[in-house]
Nanobody, 121 residues
């Protein structure tokens, strides 16, 4: 399974960006999809997740500004980022949790390669 993220770049404070991530490969189903980010010198942190029925979860720091969505048929996840702040600057990683192949029970989290988002004037 491969995750390919796109949409990062430079944006001014108060601006918007939309990240996209496509999952490909041997996929029967995907449980959760989401985004994490890692700023220089910081640990990787959760930004937002969405499960297979559309329930979402956001970090407090992005609530009301970021919106995660998912196209289950296309195995894609999106992150609309509005009212962006300099502290949103980070490498953003797409992630997907897939069930393991039966009879093995459990799940496995896949990571994309990351896309850099810079918020600066």
């Amino acid at each position: 399974v491969q995750l390919q993220a796109s949409g990062g770049g430079l944006v001014q404070p108060g601006g918007s960006l939309r990240l996209s991530c496509a999952a490909s490969g041997s996929i029967f189903s995907i449980n959760d999809m989401g985004w994490y980010r890692q700023a220089p010198g910081n640990q990787r942190e959760l930004v937002a997740t969405v499960n297979k029925i559309g329930s979402t979860n956001y970090a407090d720091s992005v609530k009301g500004r970021f919106t995660i969505s998912r196209d289950t048929a296309k195995n894609m996840v999106y992150l609309q980022m509005n009212s962006m702040k300099p502290e949103d600057t980070a490498v953003y990683y797409c992630t997907a949790v897939l069930p393991l192949t039966p009879p093995i029970r459990g799940t496995y989290r896949y990571w994309g390669q990351g896309t850099l988002v810079t918020v600066s004037s």
